[in-house]
């Protein structure tokens, strides 16, 4: 996390460089999140407070890192734990695994159906 020059307001392209994000991401962000709501200027250009740069950091740990749906970190940022229910990562982890050990055979197939062609 980049240390930020302390001020009030900062505007989008200076949250862009300190969150390694793009802008269309950020507007993205905005409808996805509603806690995350910049104000405006006069001129319509966002400024963005510590909090919200905070937050962008927060849901960009959850969405990149942590591997949760925007449904997911949208949740997980409101405090919703259902700690009945596995967490969204695990159950994405555990999908990536089975469609890479299912890639995995149709590659061993296709490594035995060009054997049997070349006659070795």
């Known amino acids: 996390m980049n240390t930020l020059p302390k001020k009030k307001f900062y505007r989008m392209g200076e949250v862009c460089s ?3 994000l793009e802008p269309h991401i950020l507007r993205f962000w905005e409808s996805e999140f509603p806690e995350l709501s910049p104000t405006k200027t006069r001129t319509g250009q966002r400024t963005y407070t510590e909090s919200n740069i905070d937050l962008i950091h927060r849901i960009k740990h959850l969405l990149y890192e942590d591997c949760y749906t925007i449904a997911g970190a949208r949740k997980r940022l409101a405090g919703n734990n259902d700690l009945q ?3 969204e990562k695990d159950i994405r982890r555990r999908k990536v695994q089975a ?4 890639i995995k055979g149709l590659i061993k197939n296709i490594i035995n159906m060009l054997d049997r062609e070349s006659g070795t």
Do not use: A, H, Q
Request: hydrophobic share 30%.
């Open 18 to 20: 300190m969150t390694l």
């Open 85 to 87: 229910s596995e967490p």
């Open 99 to 102: 469609d890479i050990t299912e």
